[in-house]
């Protein structure tokens, strides 16, 4: 916990007000000598980790904050009507000023660096801005932290979210904390740099950084580009007669997929550790994208995929990442953390939630 803390207070929400960020600052003007909740400030808070994470995290009774860019951000408000809790603090991690003034404000016990260009298809589209922010984010959060915290007994604890793109072209099977990096997308390579960067301030001043190499995981909550969720909405359009067909890329790729719910945890945990590490998480499981649309259709009551699925060759990447399976028995081991939810009750999940909101919104 840190000593002292001082906040500007902001404005309360009113309904007329136009500047969404104003509106969303919930008086951030406590101190944690009257009210000490620990405080965690999230990036990348409106996607489906920091919205499981900020969910978590207020359980655990913290003070949720949450780093969003643009005052007139549209997903400020559906954010704050999901999760009324979360305080928003503007920020963006392309502007390494704004992260200093984001942490000065916040004064935060914990950050969680979610926020990056994660849909790796767009990366080999726009790589330098995958870079820039994905990259060259992370650099700026930690020198703002070095900055904010100071050079020695810095109280701020950081977590990275690395992934699992950075094995790519993968060298041995499982992959572990010791497996080289081979990446095989802009997305890739920029994860790797935050990773080792993460690594680089934490033996060089002593900051407690870890970083979480998160498998894929996945949820209700998932974007609709990322395949898993673009099958389940798929699914429920088809049974409900809204969609006729589904294409895909490559559908014989492989990936360890697990439940975004759980892995939230895993962050959460390695920063409750007295030394700060790197950590797999994963499941152990290997699965073929052909194994969850199988599973997804029969869910549905569709039968054989087949009749439904084709092949678009506008959706394969340039350089393809064939086969992903992560060995967590670190984390097992020395956190404690388990995966709770198996893959076919995954894919269950998100089917059943797909075809409950495409029958809302047909209605």
């Not at 930690?142 to 020695?152: D, H, N, S, Y």
């Not at 572990?176 to 740099?193: D, I, M």
């Not at 360890?256 to 945890?265: C, F, I, L, N, R």
């Amino acid at each position: 916990m840190q000593a002292e803390r001082t906040q500007k207070p902001c404005r309360t929400h009113t309904a007329s007000d136009d500047d969404y960020f104003i509106a969303a600052c919930h008086l951030i003007e406590r101190t944690s000598s009257l009210y000490p909740m620990p405080r965690a400030l999230i990036t990348g808070i409106t996607g489906q980790d920091g919205q499981h994470l900020a969910e978590f995290l207020h359980e655990k009774g913290y003070e949720v904050f949450g780093l969003i860019k643009g005052q007139n951000n549209p997903k400020i408000e559906p954010l704050l009507a999901e999760f009324p809790y979360v305080r928003v603090v503007s920020g963006d991690l392309t502007d390494f000023s704004s992260l200093v003034a984001a942490l000065r404000t916040v004064q935060p016990d914990e950050i969680y660096n979610l926020g990056a260009i994660s849909f790796v298809a767009i990366s080999f589209t726009q790589a330098e801005l995958t870079s820039n922010v994905t990259g060259l984010g992370v650099l700026r959060m930690l020198e703002a932290i070095r900055l904010v915290g100071g050079e020695k007994s810095n109280p701020i604890r950081f977590y990275q979210a690395s992934s699992s793109e950075m094995y790519g072209k993968v060298r041995e099977i499982p992959q572990n904390e010791l497996t080289a990096f081979h990446p095989r997308s802009p997305y890739g390579v920029a994860k790797v740099f935050g990773h080792h960067m993460t690594v680089n301030y934490r033996e060089s001043y002593g900051l407690h950084a870890s970083s979480g190499i998160l498998f894929n995981h996945e949820g209700p909550r998932r974007g609709y580009e990322f395949v898993t969720r673009k099958i389940s909405s798929s699914v429920a359009r088809i049974k409900l007669g809204m969609q006729d067909k589904l294409l895909l890329g490559n559908m014989a790729a492989k990936r360890d997929w697990g439940y975004a719910g759980d892995y939230v945890k895993a962050m959460w945990l390695m920063l409750q550790q007295e030394v700060p590490d790197d950590y797999v998480i994963a499941t152990g499981e290997t699965h073929e994208i052909t194994e969850f649309l199988q599973l997804a259709f029969e869910c549905a009551g569709l039968g054989d995929w087949h009749k439904y699925v084709g092949v678009d060759k506008q959706y394969f990447r340039p350089a393809e990442v064939d086969l992903l399976v992560g060995d967590a028995t670190k984390a097992e081991k020395t956190l404690g953390w388990k995966r709770e939810v198996d893959f076919p009750s995954l894919v269950e999940m998100m089917v059943r939630h797909d075809l409950d909101l495409e029958a809302k919104r047909a209605k």
